[in-house]
């Protein structure tokens, strides 16, 4: 049975398609994910995301307990600031990927992905057993909604006096927003700015009925997980379960630079993710444009000349670029003369750099 978010009569009353995802039930589409998608870009979107997990830790060690549980220096963070880094185990194998944040001197929230984060929570807890700090899974009293797209400023801006403006990029502040007590924060997840707001899972419908009126005039609409993933996709944000997962690195993905060996201690995996750390991965993550129609998936092999060569992660078609785009792992070496086959027929796609889309500043 999937587990509905406190915003579930909304999606409903709404006409959404609802869908399992990681053990949720979540909306899918509200009518046109292409609609959906174009808003996101163009004005604003509105996501629930309350199926991620949130976990605190606090103490007077908390920021040790961090530093050793996770491949990133998290006791450097400055208080309002976030950082998104990755816990993996003694293999160097990524768990899942994180946005961290600190929310005082001992107290930080650790944002987990949806399928993964009962996982996350019980690592943690065991990796800071001999530090003076105590983790706890909060995950079933928040509500996460996030406003993403160019006008996602100005439509928050009606409902809050925080400084919005000032606020960096991966940052959150305490505000309130129509008049209810909210974790403001800016990191996104579509290429898009923007903003994710955490709150009590009771103030989650009001807040949402909120920002719809006062996203009514700059063309905000609903987004589901349809645009969600079309958007990621465009930004090449990685997705657990497709770019990451429990048999790669984050070298393998490319992300390496979160891994942080310049720390002091010890941390889980260092040992493993150090041996590897100057190796060629044998395959490397990178963007494939389709020249036809035909939309590249995830699992789909890619080819050269025939021979298997890489595997598509994500593929959908893209909006922007009015073409199928997908991200794959490839070959270490291989970039040109390359196809996917898709039920048995050679289609043909062109390498590129991730991303495939960048926002104007």
Request: aromatic residues 8%.
């Amino acid at each position: 049975m999937s587990r509905p978010t406190p915003l579930r009569d909304v999606h409903e009353s709404l006409g959404a398609t609802l869908t399992d995802f990681a053990g949720w039930l979540m909306p899918l589409r509200y009518g046109s994910e292409s609609a959906e998608h174009k808003a996101v870009r163009e004005a604003a979107g509105l996501f629930d995301l309350s199926h991620m997990g949130e976990i605190f830790v606090t103490g007077p060690q908390a920021a040790e307990a961090l530093d050793y549980a996770l491949v990133g220096h998290l006791s450097v963070l400055a208080t309002g600031r976030a950082r998104y880094t990755m816990i993996v185990d003694e293999r160097g194998r990524v768990i899942d990927d994180l946005i961290v944040y600190r929310l005082g001197d001992e107290e930080f929230m650790v944002v987990a992905n949806a399928s993964n984060y009962p996982k996350v929570a019980q690592e943690l807890q065991e990796r800071a057993k001999t530090y003076d700090a105590a983790v706890e899974d909060r995950s079933d009293r928040y509500a996460l909604i996030a406003v993403q797209g160019p006008r996602a400023q100005e439509i928050l801006a009606t409902l809050t006096d925080a400084d919005l403006a000032g606020l960096k990029y991966y940052a959150g502040l305490p505000g309130l927003v129509d008049g209810r007590e909210a974790l403001i924060a800016r990191t996104g997840y579509t290429g898009e700015d923007g903003f994710e707001l955490f709150v009590a899972n009771q103030d989650a419908v009001p807040l949402w009925n909120a920002l719809i009126a006062a996203g009514e005039p700059y063309g905000l609409a609903p987004a589901g997980l349809s645009a969600r993933d079309t958007l990621r996709l465009e930004a090449g944000m990685p997705l657990y379960g497709n770019e990451l997962g429990a048999e790669l690195t984050p070298f393998d993905a490319g992300l390496g630079r979160v891994v942080k060996f310049d720390k002091p201690g010890d941390f889980v995996g260092r040992a493993a993710l150090e041996a590897v750390k100057d190796d060629q991965p044998g395959r490397r993550l990178v963007g494939l444009v389709a020249r036809g129609r035909r939309v590249p998936r995830h699992g789909y092999p890619v080819t050269q000349d025939g021979a298997v060569v890489g595997e598509v992660t994500s593929g959908a078609p893209s909006q922007t670029l009015g073409k199928p785009i997908a991200m794959a792992y490839v070959d270490t070496g291989v970039s040109e003369g390359l196809a996917v086959d898709i039920r048995g027929s050679q289609e043909p796609v062109d390498l590129v750099e991730l991303p495939f889309y960048r926002r104007k500043k």
